[in-house]
Protein backbone atom coordinates (compact mmCIF):
# COMPACT_ATOMS: atom_id res chain seq x y z
CA UNK A 1 0.00 0.00 0.00
CA UNK A 2 1.75 3.39 -1.19
CA UNK A 3 1.88 5.83 1.22
CA UNK A 4 2.50 9.24 0.64
CA UNK A 5 3.85 11.81 2.79
CA UNK A 6 4.23 15.67 3.95
CA UNK A 7 7.16 15.53 5.34
CA UNK A 8 10.16 17.07 3.59
CA UNK A 9 8.09 20.24 3.05
CA UNK A 10 6.34 20.38 6.74
CA UNK A 11 9.96 19.57 8.03
CA UNK A 12 11.24 23.20 6.18
CA UNK A 13 8.56 25.24 7.25
CA UNK A 14 9.53 24.55 10.39
CA UNK A 15 13.05 24.75 10.21
CA UNK A 16 13.63 21.28 11.17
CA UNK A 17 16.56 18.27 9.79
CA UNK A 18 15.83 14.80 9.82
CA UNK A 19 17.67 14.45 12.37
CA UNK A 20 15.79 17.13 14.67
CA UNK A 21 12.77 15.61 13.61
CA UNK A 22 14.04 11.92 14.44
CA UNK A 23 14.85 13.21 17.72
CA UNK A 24 11.79 14.87 18.84
CA UNK A 25 9.51 12.20 17.65
CA UNK A 26 12.16 9.24 19.30
CA UNK A 27 13.35 7.93 15.79
CA UNK A 28 16.44 8.04 13.73
CA UNK A 29 17.93 10.38 11.03
CA UNK A 30 18.08 7.23 8.91
CA UNK A 31 14.44 6.24 9.30
CA UNK A 32 13.12 9.73 8.76
CA UNK A 33 14.93 9.72 5.54
CA UNK A 34 13.27 6.49 4.58
CA UNK A 35 10.09 7.37 5.17
CA UNK A 36 10.33 10.89 3.64
CA UNK A 37 11.06 8.69 0.39
CA UNK A 38 8.78 6.36 0.68
CA UNK A 39 10.61 3.52 1.25
CA UNK A 40 9.41 2.90 5.13
CA UNK A 41 5.66 3.26 6.67
CA UNK A 42 6.08 3.90 10.06
CA UNK A 43 4.22 2.51 13.07
CA UNK A 44 0.66 4.07 13.55
CA UNK A 45 2.48 5.24 17.03
CA UNK A 46 5.69 6.86 14.85
CA UNK A 47 2.49 8.82 12.41
CA UNK A 48 0.99 10.14 15.61
CA UNK A 49 4.09 11.11 17.26
CA UNK A 50 5.01 12.92 13.87
CA UNK A 51 1.76 14.88 13.35
CA UNK A 52 1.97 15.99 16.71
CA UNK A 53 4.93 18.22 16.15
CA UNK A 54 3.09 19.43 12.90
CA UNK A 55 0.25 20.46 14.89
CA UNK A 56 -1.50 18.52 12.18
CA UNK A 57 -4.27 16.13 12.12
CA UNK A 58 -2.56 12.64 10.86
CA UNK A 59 -4.03 12.95 7.67
CA UNK A 60 -2.62 16.06 6.63
CA UNK A 61 1.04 14.40 6.94
CA UNK A 62 0.26 11.03 5.68
CA UNK A 63 -1.87 10.11 2.70
CA UNK A 64 -2.90 7.17 0.55
CA UNK A 65 -1.59 6.84 -2.86
CA UNK A 66 -2.86 5.28 -5.83
CA UNK A 67 -5.63 2.65 -6.24
CA UNK A 68 -5.73 2.83 -2.20
CA UNK A 69 -6.68 6.57 -2.43
CA UNK A 70 -9.69 5.78 -4.26
Same mark, same amino acid.
Given at each position: ?8 ? *? ?5 ? $? ?5 ? /??? %? ?5 ? *? ?5 ? $? ?5 ? /??? %? ?16 D??
Amino acid at each position: MPLGNRLKE *LRAAKGL $NQQELGT /LVG %ASRQTIS *LIERGDY $NPSITLA /LRI %AKVFEKPVDDVFYLTGEDAE
